[in-house]
Protein backbone atom coordinates (compact mmCIF):
# COMPACT_ATOMS: atom_id res chain seq x y z
CA UNK A 1 0.00 0.00 0.00
CA UNK A 2 1.24 3.19 -0.80
CA UNK A 3 0.25 6.06 1.37
CA UNK A 4 2.84 8.57 -0.59
CA UNK A 5 0.36 8.34 -2.91
CA UNK A 6 -2.25 10.80 -0.99
CA UNK A 7 -2.03 14.01 -1.80
CA UNK A 8 -2.06 17.11 0.83
CA UNK A 9 -4.64 19.36 -0.44
CA UNK A 10 -4.41 21.82 2.48
CA UNK A 11 -1.92 22.21 5.03
CA UNK A 12 -2.70 22.94 8.62
CA UNK A 13 -2.28 26.86 9.64
CA UNK A 14 -2.85 28.89 12.94
CA UNK A 15 -5.78 30.31 11.32
CA UNK A 16 -7.11 27.07 9.57
CA UNK A 17 -6.22 24.17 11.95
CA UNK A 18 -7.29 21.41 9.68
CA UNK A 19 -5.64 19.27 6.86
CA UNK A 20 -7.54 18.12 3.08
CA UNK A 21 -5.73 15.37 1.55
CA UNK A 22 -6.63 13.48 -1.54
CA UNK A 23 -6.83 9.71 -0.70
CA UNK A 24 -6.54 7.70 -3.52
CA UNK A 25 -8.83 4.24 -3.94
CA UNK A 26 -7.52 1.09 -2.16
CA UNK A 27 -6.69 3.15 0.92
CA UNK A 28 -8.49 3.04 3.98
CA UNK A 29 -9.53 6.66 5.31
CA UNK A 30 -9.10 5.61 9.64
CA UNK A 31 -7.14 2.82 11.32
CA UNK A 32 -9.21 -0.73 12.79
CA UNK A 33 -7.23 -0.87 15.34
CA UNK A 34 -4.74 1.04 17.32
CA UNK A 35 -1.97 -0.67 15.93
CA UNK A 36 -2.99 0.18 12.03
CA UNK A 37 -1.04 2.51 10.72
CA UNK A 38 -1.75 1.71 6.95
CA UNK A 39 -4.33 4.13 6.22
CA UNK A 40 -4.71 7.56 5.73
CA UNK A 41 -5.45 9.57 8.60
CA UNK A 42 -2.17 7.44 10.01
CA UNK A 43 -0.53 9.08 7.50
CA UNK A 44 -1.83 12.62 7.91
CA UNK A 45 -1.18 12.00 11.61
CA UNK A 46 2.67 11.51 11.01
CA UNK A 47 3.15 14.31 8.72
CA UNK A 48 1.13 16.70 11.25
CA UNK A 49 1.44 15.39 15.07
CA UNK A 50 -0.52 17.74 16.25
CA UNK A 51 -3.53 16.16 15.12
CA UNK A 52 -2.94 12.99 17.23
CA UNK A 53 -4.04 15.45 20.18
CA UNK A 54 -7.58 15.64 18.92
CA UNK A 55 -10.06 12.96 20.68
CA UNK A 56 -13.30 12.14 18.17
CA UNK A 57 -15.88 10.06 18.57
CA UNK A 58 -13.47 6.92 18.36
CA UNK A 59 -10.47 7.47 20.08
CA UNK A 60 -8.33 5.67 16.80
CA UNK A 61 -10.24 7.90 14.60
CA UNK A 62 -8.87 11.56 15.98
CA UNK A 63 -10.12 14.51 14.46
CA UNK A 64 -11.18 12.74 11.12
CA UNK A 65 -14.35 14.86 10.04
CA UNK A 66 -14.82 13.48 6.80
CA UNK A 67 -14.16 9.74 6.13
CA UNK A 68 -14.69 8.05 2.98
CA UNK A 69 -15.15 3.99 1.67
CA UNK A 70 -12.09 2.22 0.87
CA UNK A 71 -13.08 2.26 -2.28
CA UNK A 72 -13.63 5.63 -3.15
CA UNK A 73 -10.88 8.06 -4.14
CA UNK A 74 -11.19 12.03 -2.82
CA UNK A 75 -11.42 14.24 -0.02
CA UNK A 76 -10.85 13.95 3.45
CA UNK A 77 -11.00 16.75 6.52
CA UNK A 78 -8.86 16.18 9.93
CA UNK A 79 -8.91 18.40 12.37
CA UNK A 80 -5.42 19.26 13.66
CA UNK A 81 -7.12 20.65 17.61
CA UNK A 82 -10.13 19.82 19.18
CA UNK A 83 -12.09 23.30 18.93
CA UNK A 84 -12.32 23.03 14.88
CA UNK A 85 -13.37 19.43 15.42
CA UNK A 86 -16.26 20.17 17.80
CA UNK A 87 -16.92 23.08 15.68
CA UNK A 88 -17.26 20.71 12.94
CA UNK A 89 -19.50 18.46 14.29
CA UNK A 90 -21.79 21.47 15.49
CA UNK A 91 -21.88 22.70 12.00
CA UNK A 92 -22.60 18.93 10.54
CA UNK A 93 -25.73 18.88 13.24
CA UNK A 94 -26.76 21.93 11.70
CA UNK A 95 -26.42 20.75 8.07
CA UNK A 96 -23.64 23.60 7.14
CA UNK A 97 -21.27 21.00 6.31
CA UNK A 98 -21.71 20.28 2.28
CA UNK A 99 -19.87 17.27 0.35
CA UNK A 100 -19.85 16.47 -3.07
CA UNK A 101 -19.26 13.55 -5.45
CA UNK A 102 -18.67 12.81 -9.12
CA UNK A 103 -19.77 9.16 -10.62
CA UNK A 104 -20.35 7.22 -13.88
CA UNK A 105 -23.51 5.57 -13.72
CA UNK A 106 -25.11 2.91 -16.00
CA UNK A 107 -28.54 4.82 -17.04
CA UNK A 108 -31.54 2.21 -16.22
CA UNK A 109 -33.77 4.48 -17.41
CA UNK A 110 -33.68 7.73 -20.15
CA UNK A 111 -31.99 10.98 -17.83
CA UNK A 112 -31.52 14.35 -19.28
CA UNK A 113 -28.45 16.51 -19.14
CA UNK A 114 -28.95 19.40 -16.78
CA UNK A 115 -31.88 17.48 -15.12
CA UNK A 116 -31.51 17.49 -11.44
CA UNK A 117 -33.98 15.85 -8.50
CA UNK A 118 -33.59 14.44 -5.25
CA UNK A 119 -34.00 11.46 -3.40
CA UNK A 120 -34.50 10.94 0.40
CA UNK A 121 -35.05 8.75 2.43
CA UNK A 122 -33.95 6.34 5.95
CA UNK A 123 -31.58 3.67 5.46
CA UNK A 124 -31.66 -0.22 7.15
CA UNK A 125 -28.62 -2.56 6.57
CA UNK A 126 -29.07 -5.65 5.24
CA UNK A 127 -26.92 -8.50 2.82
CA UNK A 128 -24.73 -11.13 4.36
CA UNK A 129 -22.89 -9.57 7.46
CA UNK A 130 -25.29 -6.47 7.04
CA UNK A 131 -22.60 -4.99 4.61
CA UNK A 132 -24.47 -3.17 1.91
CA UNK A 133 -27.55 -0.65 3.48
CA UNK A 134 -31.12 0.00 1.74
CA UNK A 135 -33.23 2.93 1.41
CA UNK A 136 -36.82 2.84 3.32
CA UNK A 137 -39.15 5.50 2.42
CA UNK A 138 -41.27 7.09 4.54
CA UNK A 139 -44.23 5.60 2.74
CA UNK A 140 -43.60 2.42 2.59
CA UNK A 141 -45.19 -0.11 5.18
CA UNK A 142 -45.01 -0.87 9.19
CA UNK A 143 -42.52 -3.91 8.80
CA UNK A 144 -40.02 -1.95 6.46
CA UNK A 145 -40.05 1.37 8.76
CA UNK A 146 -39.24 -1.10 11.84
CA UNK A 147 -36.37 -2.27 10.75
CA UNK A 148 -34.42 0.96 10.13
CA UNK A 149 -33.64 1.54 13.97
CA UNK A 150 -33.28 5.17 14.36
CA UNK A 151 -35.71 7.45 12.10
CA UNK A 152 -33.14 10.00 10.58
CA UNK A 153 -33.78 10.96 6.94
CA UNK A 154 -30.95 11.12 4.92
CA UNK A 155 -31.56 13.62 1.12
CA UNK A 156 -28.86 13.32 -1.63
CA UNK A 157 -29.37 15.96 -4.77
CA UNK A 158 -28.21 15.00 -8.13
CA UNK A 159 -27.56 16.41 -11.22
CA UNK A 160 -27.20 14.71 -14.39
CA UNK A 161 -24.06 16.77 -15.96
CA UNK A 162 -23.92 14.66 -19.35
CA UNK A 163 -25.16 11.78 -21.13
CA UNK A 164 -24.03 9.31 -23.38
CA UNK A 165 -26.45 7.42 -25.00
CA UNK A 166 -24.32 5.02 -27.12
CA UNK A 167 -23.76 3.09 -23.88
CA UNK A 168 -26.24 4.17 -21.42
CA UNK A 169 -24.09 5.98 -19.55
CA UNK A 170 -24.00 9.19 -17.69
CA UNK A 171 -22.01 11.41 -15.50
CA UNK A 172 -23.64 12.32 -12.70
CA UNK A 173 -22.79 15.05 -9.50
CA UNK A 174 -24.09 14.50 -6.19
CA UNK A 175 -24.56 16.89 -3.13
CA UNK A 176 -25.12 16.22 0.74
CA UNK A 177 -24.89 17.72 3.70
CA UNK A 178 -25.97 14.98 5.86
CA UNK A 179 -24.43 11.59 5.27
CA UNK A 180 -25.24 7.85 6.35
CA UNK A 181 -22.96 4.78 5.49
CA UNK A 182 -22.95 4.47 1.59
CA UNK A 183 -26.35 6.95 1.29
CA UNK A 184 -25.07 8.56 -2.00
CA UNK A 185 -24.13 5.10 -3.84
CA UNK A 186 -27.53 3.30 -2.39
CA UNK A 187 -29.38 6.19 -3.33
CA UNK A 188 -27.64 6.61 -6.89
CA UNK A 189 -28.51 2.91 -7.15
CA UNK A 190 -31.94 3.16 -5.93
CA UNK A 191 -33.06 5.68 -8.22
CA UNK A 192 -31.69 3.85 -11.55
CA UNK A 193 -28.40 5.11 -11.65
CA UNK A 194 -25.67 1.90 -10.56
CA UNK A 195 -22.33 3.37 -10.28
CA UNK A 196 -20.14 1.18 -12.84
CA UNK A 197 -17.55 -1.28 -11.08
CA UNK A 198 -19.45 -0.80 -7.88
CA UNK A 199 -19.51 -3.99 -6.37
CA UNK A 200 -21.86 -3.59 -3.99
CA UNK A 201 -24.91 -1.24 -5.39
CA UNK A 202 -23.80 -1.52 -9.16
CA UNK A 203 -25.41 -4.81 -10.17
CA UNK A 204 -22.96 -6.09 -12.36
CA UNK A 205 -22.81 -2.85 -14.94
CA UNK A 206 -19.13 -2.51 -15.67
CA UNK A 207 -17.65 0.53 -17.95
CA UNK A 208 -14.32 -1.36 -18.51
CA UNK A 209 -14.86 -5.19 -17.65
CA UNK A 210 -10.60 -5.47 -17.16
CA UNK A 211 -10.73 -2.77 -14.96
CA UNK A 212 -12.08 -2.75 -11.16
CA UNK A 213 -11.93 0.93 -10.69
CA UNK A 214 -15.23 2.15 -8.87
CA UNK A 215 -16.00 5.09 -10.74
CA UNK A 216 -17.20 7.41 -7.59
CA UNK A 217 -14.88 9.85 -5.87
CA UNK A 218 -15.61 12.53 -3.31
CA UNK A 219 -14.66 15.54 -4.86
CA UNK A 220 -15.55 18.71 -3.14
CA UNK A 221 -16.68 19.51 0.56
CA UNK A 222 -17.62 23.49 1.72
CA UNK A 223 -17.76 24.86 5.04
CA UNK A 224 -17.86 28.27 7.11
CA UNK A 225 -14.94 29.05 9.13
CA UNK A 226 -15.02 30.99 11.43
CA UNK A 227 -18.25 31.84 10.94
CA UNK A 228 -19.24 34.21 7.95
CA UNK A 229 -15.52 32.14 5.84
CA UNK A 230 -16.26 30.37 3.24
CA UNK A 231 -13.87 27.32 2.52
CA UNK A 232 -14.27 25.24 -0.21
CA UNK A 233 -12.15 22.56 -1.86
CA UNK A 234 -12.31 20.46 -5.05
CA UNK A 235 -10.37 18.12 -6.89
CA UNK A 236 -11.81 16.73 -10.73
CA UNK A 237 -12.34 13.12 -11.30
CA UNK A 238 -9.86 11.02 -12.32
CA UNK A 239 -11.79 9.95 -15.60
CA UNK A 240 -11.72 13.20 -16.66
Known amino acids: MNLDSIKIIKEPSENLPFVVCDKPSGIPSAPLSAEDCENALSYVCKLFPSCNNVMGKKSIEK ?30 DKEG ?13 QFKAGEDFSITSYFRPYGEGHKMVKPVFENEGGYAIKKIGKKVLYTTKVKILSVNQADNSCEVECEIVKGFRHQ ?26 LSSKVFFEATGICFEYPKGDLNSYEIAPTWT
Open 184 to 209: VRSHLSECGLPVFNDPLYGKGHKKNP
Open 97 to 109: FSKKYRALCFMEK
Open 63 to 92: GLIHRIDTVTRGLLLVAQNQSFYDYMLSLQ
